[in-house]
């Protein structure tokens, strides 16, 4: 399975920019790499997916260099409705079903 | 309605009691996956099922079993509880065709073992 390494707590200010690396060293060829963002007592929610190179959607934007062994969220002018914990999942349609790790609490203040 | 349907939202037990927890979905996927959270931490998988003949373990599936009724239904159940099952329990589905699109998750139960 791919472990991803993401770093366990942020800190940012609203109308700031947020960017969110994850390292997945022994990510597969065919494997997708996913975002989700989960409030309090709600399940997780898809916010954006990418194979390589760039992905922006109408919420976030998602980095991923050439060797795929990285990939890095980017959320444009945080808002204090940001403060979540976002997961870095690494995988696809295969037959392996999807491992969270402990996942990045972003906290925005005032 | 949601796409993803979990029942009950809230459950408390006691010890050794056999409860199940259901889901389903009108997403028309065939796969389905039961995650269990504890509080501050990520989701672990307990079990999966990519059709209704194909059942797999997940990395915490002791304690638990499943059925899948159908494509649509996915439940789990706490054979016995105990007080340490007490935790947040998701249910998800996903698509593997035309592309990876990603879970859809419901919004939880809420199990409580006393």
């Known amino acids: 399975l791919a472990k991803t390494t993401q770093p366990i707590s942020m800190d940012s200010y609203e109308g700031q920019e947020v960017n969110i690396t994850c390292s997945h060293n022994n990510i597969a060829t065919n494997d997708y790499i996913t975002w989700y963002q989960q409030f309090p007592s709600q399940g997780p929610r898809f916010i954006i997916q990418?194979?390589?190179t760039k992905v922006t959607n109408e919420v976030a934007s998602l980095f991923i260099p050439a060797d795929r062994k990285s990939s890095t969220l980017s959320l444009p002018r945080v808002s204090l409705s940001d403060t979540a914990v976002y997961y870095c999942l690494v995988g696809g349609a295969g037959r392996r079903a999807l491992t969270f790790g402990s996942g990045t609490r972003l906290q925005v203040q005032p | 309605d949601a796409d993803v349907t979990q029942t009950p939202r809230n459950r408390i037990t006691k010890t050794g009691k056999r409860i199940m927890l259901e889901c389903s979905q009108t997403k028309g996927h065939d796969r389905m996956y039961w995650y269990r959270q504890d509080p501050g931490l990520g989701l672990r998988l307990i079990y999966y099922?990519?059709?209704?003949?194909?059942?797999n373990k997940g990395e915490i599936s002791d304690g638990y079993s499943v059925s899948r009724q159908a494509q649509a239904k996915f439940s789990l159940s706490l054979e016995s509880a105990i007080p340490n099952q007490t935790a947040l329990y998701f249910c998800a589905t996903s698509d593997p065709g035309t592309g990876w699109a990603g879970y859809t998750f419901g919004s939880g139960t809420r199990l409580t073992v006393v």
């Open positions: 990418g194979y390589k």
């Open positions: 099922s990519f059709d209704v003949k194909d059942i």
